[in-house]
């Protein structure tokens, strides 16, 4: 039973002045749990979860190829996140290296190339058919403060419990070829998604209070009013639970001084080794 825990987790949320939702799969029991999960609020970068499997849905169809080409051009350069935006453009990659850097260092520049590759409306459309019903993504890149803009209608936009629902499938699909169907995928494909999330650079979130060395194949999402942290957290080399967690509406300072922006990164690292120390064996 969850109870315990998720009073636990919702009295850490309760202390803080801003909003927090968050989902919880507890991997070995099956058991699920959330707190505002099926609300729905900016998705920051963690939306680039779907734009990678809907990249990996475009390979396996045969319309894109992971070796395939992918020029830097200055057009997506214009925003603040990620490493690319600093280069000088006109250097190639493969599109799979686009993918490696879109989601371990959130690079925004390779996000808008892969998106425009793929298309919002195939990113949208891979969204509904796994019941991401909450979820829309409306930019490749966003117009310049968008990213958390208010309300979240107006931006990229999801619930935790859409994004734990695409965590799943993509663990799943590494090993069920009927789960990494419905993602349009292949189970190598699978895997090579969540070996992409778990090659993730930014980890003072969710991984941050867990063991050193702990697995986490996740993804962070950071705007100017909101933190995020998703991924699949791992006891030794088993996965032990999905947690999604998403802040929002925060403030600049709390009463102490502390920013806004550090006393959610610190709630998500300390949701995080609650759950892990309570379904650990």
Known sequence: MLSTLVADLNKLCDELPFHTGWYLKALRTGETAHRHGHEVV????????????????AVHEGKLSLEQPVTIQARYQDNDSGCFQHLRPGFTIQLYDALVMMIIVSDNTCTGMVADLVGLDQINALCRSIGMQG??????IPPGGMAGYRPAEATNATTPADVGLLLDLILQGTHDPAAAARLGCTPALCQ???????WQKLRNRLPARLPHGTRVAHKTGTSAGNQNDVGIIYQGEQPLFILTAYTDQLPLELPDGTPGYTAAIQLIGRLSRLCYDALRV
Do not use: E, Q, V
Not at 42 to 57: F, G, V
């Open 42 to 57: 900016p998705s920051a970068s963690t939306r680039k979860i779907a734009i990678m499997m809907a990249a990996l849905k």
């Open 135 to 140: 979820t829309t993504h409306r930019y490749g």
């Open 192 to 198: 090579l998604g969540l070996d992409i999330l778990s």
